[in-house]
């Protein structure tokens, strides 16, 4: 199973809009409406941000989201924040009880 | 909540097993699965284990070298990886698994194993 393709880096000034990509396959995320976003702060275990391609567990700020088109899922981060700044990695369920990550995108605030 | 066990310091071709305790009754609602991080690297999906029949799908790439259990009676889960090799030096994650959306809900600490001669 190959991980799933990510940027390794991007930046935003605070209050602007950033999206990272993430591109899987047609074995994983073209298939599978089941792409998870997680965010990770240093020295912190990964928290979900993202389920089902767009959906928000309770707690999840609006100003993140998640889209979804053929093989490539992406989350955009409105109105940047300090604390926004962390690595944020996708995950897909890629079937028969398996799942894959993307090597993750670090995000700088300027 | 889920509560792993502390740091491992383990040399090449051992054992090592990792526990994780989960609050409430997770095991029958929840599946758990282990992710690692190998030092400044992303993360690693190594298998899960399944709420409902306790069937356990690996990585291909540890197949043969990993266990996944769970004990119902301690509440606690267990990650046993054998023939420790350097580059399975990593923080190890326990995440409880939410089968109906597919997604780990809630992360363990991790529990660091280093392996090293």
């Known amino acids: 199973q190959s991980a799933l393709t990510h940027p390794a880096s991007v930046s935003g000034s605070p209050g602007q809009s950033i999206t990272i990509s993430c591109t899987g396959t047609?074995?994983?995320?073209?298939?599978?409406?089941?792409v998870s976003w997680f965010q990770q702060h240093p020295g912190n275990a990964p928290k979900l941000i993202i389920y089902e391609d767009k959906k928000r567990p309770s707690g999840i700020s609006n100003r993140f989201s998640g889209s979804m088109s053929g093989n490539t899922a992406s989350l955009t981060i409105s109105g940047l924040q300090a604390g926004d700044e962390a690595v944020y990695y996708c995950?897909?369920?890629?079937?028969?009880?398996?799942?894959?990550f993307g090597g993750g995108t670090r995000l700088t605030v300027l | 909540q889920l509560v792993q066990s502390g740091a491992e310091v383990k040399k090449p071709g051992a054992s090592v097993k990792v526990s994780c305790k989960p609050s409430g009754d997770t095991f029958s609602t929840y599946g758990i699965t282990w992710v690692r991080q190998a030092p400044g690297q992303g993360l690693e999906w190594l298998g899960w284990?399944?709420?409902?029949?306790?069937?356990?799908t690996y990585a291909q790439r540890l197949q043969g070298r990993v266990t996944m259990t769970t004990d119902t009676s301690t509440s606690t889960a267990y990650m046993e990886l054998r023939r420790l090799r350097s580059d399975d030096t990593a923080l190890y994650y326990c995440?409880?698994?939410?089968?109906?959306?597919?997604?780990?809900?809630?992360w363990g600490q991790g529990t660091l194993v280093t392996v090293s001669s």
């Open positions: 284990i399944s709420p409902y029949d306790g069937n356990t």
């Open positions: 995950c897909s369920y890629a079937g028969n009880s398996t799942w894959v």
């Open positions: 047609s074995s994983d995320v073209g298939t599978y409406t089941l």
């Open positions: 995440a409880c698994v939410d089968v109906s959306i597919y997604t780990f809900i809630q």
